[in-house]
């Protein structure tokens, strides 16, 4: 019994939570008399009342108790196992009951305070007397629970997480990533049937811009216990596809504010922390962030805003390609006025050189002109000159032709006149006839011969009486 | 006339020697004087026109 006693005054050896002090006051153990039974043994049922007497006795109060949840089965009532460890293991049990009538409206209450429903891993503070049954023996009827207590539990425990992340590195490892300038490819962690995955994906599949988005979806358990081995289990995959895919998300919403602590989890932060690929999280709430969000490389609100953000990403890229295409257009477009404008100084020099070229030439070739008019005109006055010479020749040499005939025919007329015989007979020549014959030779006539001479106004007759004959 | 200036200077020159020999008969001769003399008035007209027609290309040259 003294053990039995010991047991109880750890269930109540924290007196902080000790509401009701009459418990002190009390006797823990009160003699029910064993010597009234002596000598006759006691049924089961005798003994476990004579139990249930002195545990009623012994714990007339209710007692404000630590401990953690380590099942919880909701039928109506709620039946909870509670537990206590140490680094060992569990040092102490017992199961608690929230009757339906308190069950409801404590559960929400808590619920409201802590995010969480009353759920294994759970540490709470209750408030709770002790009810024994006799076939079902020890059990903890639960009155109330305070859920300021496991708010404090869940932040010292988050705290603890994000203290040994950081201790390792993994923190603010993704966050150190560089987003991608176009995240196209995308991983997602999510549930099929999750309404924020539908979202998510309408969201993106609808953008305004008409970007395409390539989604493959890594299926996953987003609320519950099996949550963080099932999420921890599609980032692994995930790691492995590294290389097809820009950028991972992990969303989940639509559903219930509740049931998020699965998202506190050193083993999702942790295995997120090691992905090549920046990791954003649309986990959907508005409350404080998950150690999820904090190890993710940027967190949003919902998934729509984690589609959103891709694509305002996106978006921000083609401004900037818009933007430099513009700069492109502007600048192309100054030196083509600037190219332009030296064309047309290019081309006023030109001209001007052009024009003064064909000065030049022009006078060049006016000089040329006179010059080939003076060749010209000395050429005809030669011609002129040696016409002129020519035609004087030509007078000349006819004047000298017609002279030299002239001269000819004077000629001819001198020698027919000398050789007139009339005129010879005139200058005192003479003809002799004998017989009627001329006479031209001595020889012709004899001693005594009459021959008739003919002068010029007549004839005379004679005898011959000398002869001589020229030797 | 389609004889050429030159043509005609080569013509009275052959007259020339022609006319110098008096190997030619003088009614020969009359027919060479005339054509002498139709030759020279030719050669004299084309002289005029060709300084005339040479200042007209220049002319037209200029105009352009």
């Known amino acids: 019994m003294a053990n039995q006693a010991g047991r109880l005054q750890i269930l109540t050896s924290i007196p902080t939570f000790v509401e009701d002090d009459r418990a002190m006051k009390k006797p823990l153990f009160k003699s029910v008399g064993i010597d009234d039974f002596a000598g006759q043994p006691l049924t089961l049922f005798q003994f476990n009342n004579l139990l249930k007497d002195v545990l009623a006795d012994g714990f007339p109060a209710s007692y404000w108790i630590v401990a953690e949840i380590s099942k919880v089965n909701e039928r109506g009532h709620c039946y909870l196992e509670l537990v206590e460890k140490d680094g060992a293991g569990t040092h102490a049990q017992a199961r608690g009951t929230i009757w339906s009538s308190k069950y409801r409206k404590i559960a929400q209450h808590f619920l409201a305070r802590t995010g969480q429903s009353i759920q294994p891993g759970l540490k709470i503070l209750f408030n709770a007397s002790l009810q024994y049954h006799e076939v079902y023996g020890l059990s903890l009827d639960i009155h109330e629970v305070d859920p300021t207590y496991t708010v404090g539990e869940l932040a010292r425990l988050r705290q603890e997480i994000i203290d040994r992340l950081e201790k390792e590195g993994l923190l603010f490892k993704n966050g150190l990533l560089a987003l991608p300038t176009v995240p196209q490819r995308i991983a997602i962690v999510s549930s099929p049937t999750a309404a924020g995955y539908q979202d998510f994906m309408h969201q993106i599949g609808a953008n305004a811009h008409r970007y395409q988005f390539t989604c493959v979806l890594f299926p996953a358990l987003m609320q519950g216990n099996d949550a963080p081995a099932s999420v921890i289990e599609a980032l692994r995959q995930i790691g492995e596809r590294a290389a097809e895919f820009d950028v991972a998300v992990v969303i989940r919403g639509g559903g219930s504010q509740n049931d998020l602590s699965c998202f506190d989890h050193y083993g999702i932060a942790a295995t997120l922390a090691g992905l090549p690929l920046p990791v954003l999280t649309g986990i959907g709430h508005e409350r404080d962030e998950t150690i999820t969000d904090l190890a993710a490389h940027t967190r949003l609100k919902t998934p729509t805003a984690v589609a959103a953000f891709l694509i305002e990403t996106c978006r921000h890229f083609e401004e900037t390609l818009e933007n430099a295409f513009q700069e492109l257009m502007t600048a192309a477009a100054d030196q083509l006025i600037r190219a332009r404008e030296h064309l047309e100084r290019q081309s006023l020099a030109l001209c001007h050189r052009a024009e003064s070229s064909l000065n030049q030439h022009r006078q060049h070739l006016n000089r040329h002109h006179y010059a080939l008019l003076r060749q010209a005109e000395r050429q005809t006055d030669r011609q002129e000159t040696y016409l002129t010479q020519l035609t004087e020749k030509m007078k000349c040499t006819i004047q000298n032709r017609l002279r030299r005939e002239e001269s000819q025919l004077d000629f001819h007329a001198l020698k027919t006149s000398l050789l007139d015989p009339v005129a010879l007979l005139k200058r005192g020549l003479s003809r002799t006839y004998h017989n009627g014959q001329l006479i031209t030779s001595v020889g012709q006539l004899q001693k005594g011969d009459v021959i008739e001479t003919q002068l010029g106004d007549g004839r005379v007759r004679s005898v011959v009486t000398v002869f001589n004959q020229l030797q | ?64």
Do not use: P
């Not at chain 2, 020159?13 to 006319?19: P, Y």
């Not at chain 2, 084309?46 to 300084?51: D, I, P, V």
């Not at chain 2, 220049?58 to 105009?63: A, G, N, S, T, V």
């Open chain 2, 1 to 64: 006339m389609t004889i050429t200036y030159a043509e005609a200077i080569r013509e009275l020159e052959t007259l020339l020697r022609e006319i110098e020999d008096d190997g030619t008969d003088i009614d020969s001769l009359t027919e060479k004087v005339k054509r002498a003399s139709e030759l020279i008035q030719a050669c004299k007209h084309k002289l005029r026109t060709a300084e005339e027609t040479i200042n007209q290309v220049f002319k037209e040259m200029e105009e352009e």
